[in-house]
């Protein structure tokens, strides 16, 4: 008795329908994630640059960001040179002990020295805001002591005339 073949005889042809097949396929998935991400495949292979380059900051806007900060520091130091060279003479005025000489304006910063009450200094220029420290209202002061920089209460500064 003969054998029935089942689905017909194999061809030998069909092994090469998915070598075609299967590069169609993934092309076809690979182009569905792509609009499904709201890429546009086409852009892709029309444009020269690529996704990594149209992603950054240009050059043109990084030397701007760069000249803005650099003319801002300029500005910063021109103005602390400006204080520096003509700085304001004024008289330490405390009642007891001397007033501390601090590296930061903050009552817990590293004191530098002590300045007698009567002695002078030279302030460069205060913080804008006001607080309460050790019940006086006041500022820190950046000053010049004998060649010292640093920072001390403005609350027990004062001009020279008084």
């Not at 008795?1 to 030998?12: F, I």
């Not at 130091?77 to 007033?99: H, M, Q, R, Y």
């Not at 002590?114 to 220029?125: E, F, H, P, R």
């Amino acid at each position: 008795m003969a054998r029935k073949q089942r689905y017909g005889r194999r061809q030998s042809g069909s092994n090469l329908i998915w070598l075609f097949l299967i590069p169609i396929i993934l092309i076809g998935a690979w182009l569905g994630v792509s609009i499904y991400k709201g890429i546009n495949p086409i852009e892709i292979f029309s444009s020269s640059e690529s996704i990594q380059e149209k992603e950054q900051i240009p050059y043109d806007s990084l030397q701007t960001l760069y000249t803005d900060q650099v003319l801002k520091t300029e500005a910063l130091s021109k103005e602390l040179d400006l204080f520096k060279s003509s700085p304001n003479l004024k008289i330490v005025s405390i009642a007891n002990g001397t007033l501390n000489l601090r590296e930061v304006p903050s009552t817990s910063g590293l004191v530098l020295a002590g300045i007698a009450s009567g002695s002078s200094v030279n302030l460069y220029y205060c913080n804008s805001d006001s607080t309460l420290v050790d019940g006086t209202m006041g500022s820190w002061c950046k000053i010049n002591h004998q060649g010292s920089e640093g920072w001390v209460w403005s609350s027990y500064l004062s001009d020279p005339s008084k």
